[in-house]
């Protein structure tokens, strides 16, 4: 875990290796000053020597100020490389999630990834910089603290190795009981994440049903957790701090009483008790920063290893090793596909028995109950996730024979959840080609019908887009998804319910327009309105991840009850309010949408 972190200091090894050594000049720098006030003392004060004092007093001032410009260059060296090293763990993570398929994605919570990229990258930045100027800093000013005490006098140095010896063992100790609880708390962060980010993306939902209250007591929960669980973790280590105090001033008490005997037995001079009285201190406040360290390591080792587990993920979908870089066409076989969500597919088949060719050019339309798998059976095209058992081909290639990028932007996907990023309308609509021109956005939102409600907005093409599209309607954003997608200017394009938010009539324009404009397109529309798929070639009806039917409209009305039934329903009044014979379609215009 620690080899696969470090890996990315990267371009900041210099400052890491900078910042130690500028602490141990300052060590060095500081070890010298308790010397020259001892001897200060001894040979000025006594002596009456006021030109010894004054040397002294030079040298004294030389060392702090190389104390004081060692430290800050310490400093200086360690925010660089612990906020760079920071940044590019960050940068690390960041890009290895782009790499993830679902699968992927699918083991990391949306509010667990956030708090990793956050508050963890954030405690192992903190402990980073503490280890760079303290772990070697504190260590080194106790050895050599500790030596110049024995070099002056062993008796009372063994009164600093005793409280060494106890203060290391409590530390010890409260650092082992609170280590369980900083391994928790992080994972709480995770639970208070997801209901912010839970409440500020459904925030409509929430005021419509006035459960605001409800939002508040659930975020106050996870806070609470929070706070009670680092709670129990301080309880721990603030005793650390009392009984910190409590030995420096035993060791100040002992020291004064047994050098106090020593001088007045001729055993010790006043000068170098005062010195010793220094290293006491220089001991104890070493001691003190590594219990510290010891916390921030302890906090930051649950952060640690919930970054290595970001960093380290494999994508399941990767390219191999010589990939086809050309889709030859639209067509479509699924041979004997079976496919499981569960990890390395040993979970429960969602998708059975899967045999299916669909001929380039076709417009297939897919219907089935809620959970009948159809969602899955169009993600496994564009390998959003790979098939666990069986062959899928397009364009006569197994996809897993493509360059990822090379079938993906040749299968355009209009997911159920639309999705559109803060920026204008143009920003969005070139994320299916970032290249294209006004006039190629333009026709691709004509066939979408949406160039008709871009031009009514003041700003038109230039309209600003809030974050999730929030300022346009559900209609407005699938159709501004599906002119996104044809921009592509894909062989196969999907469409997983993706004109649900749109009347019937502006429904039947896409269609057309898909007829027409892109004939040569393969397009496989799934959808719960029988109207929006009933001029397909073929209709496929999905039940339990089996493909309980397949023919045309009139076939399947004669051949499956399933698709007769829903038929049937819709046709009747008891179904979509927007199916076919709903005298409400004919009045429903573009304000339906919202």
């Known amino acids: 875990m620690v080899k696969i972190l470090l890996k990315e200091v990267k371009e900041f090894k210099k400052e890491s290796i900078l910042t130690p050594l500028c602490m141990i000049f300052e060590v060095i720098f500081e070890t010298f000053i308790p010397l020259c006030s001892g001897a200060i003392v001894d040979n000025g004060v006594k002596q009456a020597n006021m030109p010894y004092v004054w040397k002294m007093g030079a040298v004294m001032l030389a060392l702090a100020l190389g104390g004081l410009i060692s430290g ?51 405690n192992i930045q903190n402990a980073y910089q503490m280890i760079l100027r303290m772990a070697f800093r504190a260590p080194i000013s106790l050895i050599v603290a500790m030596i110049m005490a024995y070099s002056i006098s062993p008796k009372i140095a063994n009164v600093y190795l005793i409280a060494v010896i106890f203060l290391a063992t409590i530390v010890i ?5 609170a280590m369980k609880y900083f391994r928790q708390v992080f994972k709480k962060y995770d639970d208070l994440n997801e209901s912010v980010q839970e409440n500020t993306n459904a925030i409509r939902v929430v005021k419509a049903y006035v459960r605001e209250d409800y939002e508040v007591s659930k975020f106050k929960k996870a806070s609470e957790n929070i706070y009670k669980m680092f709670v129990k973790a301080e309880s721990k280590v603030v005793i650390n701090m009392p009984v910190m105090m409590f030995t420096i001033y035993g060791c100040i008490i002992s020291i004064s009483y047994v050098g106090a005997h020593m001088i007045s037995a001729g055993a010790l001079t006043t000068g170098k008790l005062m010195t010793l009285l220094q290293y006491c201190m220089n001991i104890l406040f070493s001691l003190m920063m590594l219990s510290m360290i010891f916390v921030m390591v302890s906090m930051s080792m649950a952060s640690a290893e919930r970054i290595a587990e970001v960093i380290k993920e494999e994508p399941d979908i990767t390219n191999p090793e010589n990939p086809v870089m050309t889709v030859a066409n639209g067509d479509i076989e699924f ?30 339309g897919i219907i089935g109950p809620t959970g009948s798998a159809k969602s899955s059976l169009v993600n496994l095209i ?58 190629e956005c333009q026709a691709a939102c004509k066939i979408a019908c949406a160039d008709e409600f871009i031009q009514g907005f003041e700003n038109g093409y230039d309209t600003y887009i809030e ?26 394009l999907i469409l997983d319910d993706s004109t649900s938010a749109v009347d019937t009539a502006t ?16 397009k496989i529309i799934i959808a719960q309105r029988i109207s929006s798929i009933q001029a397909a070639d073929r209709i496929i009806v999905m039940e339990e991840g089996r493909i309980n039917g397949i023919g045309s409209h009139d076939e399947l009305i004669k051949t499956n009850e399933i698709y007769k039934d829903v038929y049937e329903s819709q046709n009747g009044g008891s179904g979509d309010f927007d199916e076919v014979g709903d005298p409400v379609k004919s009045q429903n215009t573009e304000g339906g949408d919202r």
């Open 72 to 122: 800050c260059l310490g400093g200086i060296f360690g925010a660089k490389a612990a906020t760079g090293f920071a940044r590019n763990l960050r940068k690390k993570m960041y890009d290895n999630i782009q790499t993830f398929s679902f699968s992927n994605i699918d083991k990391f919570s949306t509010a667990g990834l956030v708090t990793r990229l956050t508050t963890d990258v954030t």
């Open 173 to 177: 100790i409260l650092m082992i009981s």
């Open 335 to 364: 041979k004997d596909v079976d496919f499981s969500y569960a990890v390395d597919g040993k979970g429960e088949a969602v998708l059975k028995d899967i045999n299916l060719h669909i001929r380039s050019g076709e417009t297939i």
């Open 382 to 439: 564009s390998r959003l996730y790979d098939v666990t058992a069986g062959e899928l081909l397009v364009g006569g290639k197994n996809v897993k024979e493509y360059d990822l990028q090379v079938l993906r932007d040749q299968v355009a996907v209009v997911l159920q959840k639309n999705v559109l990023f803060s920026g204008t309308i143009l920003d969005n609509l070139r994320w299916g080609n970032k290249d294209a021109t006004l006039e």
């Open 467 to 492: 974050q999730g599209g929030s300022n346009v309607s559900g209609g407005q954003k699938q159709r501004l998804c599906i002119a996104r997608a044809l921009l592509k200017k894909p062989k196969i």
């Open 507 to 522: 429904d039947a324009k896409i269609r057309k327009g898909f007829l027409e404009e892109i004939p040569d397109t393969t």
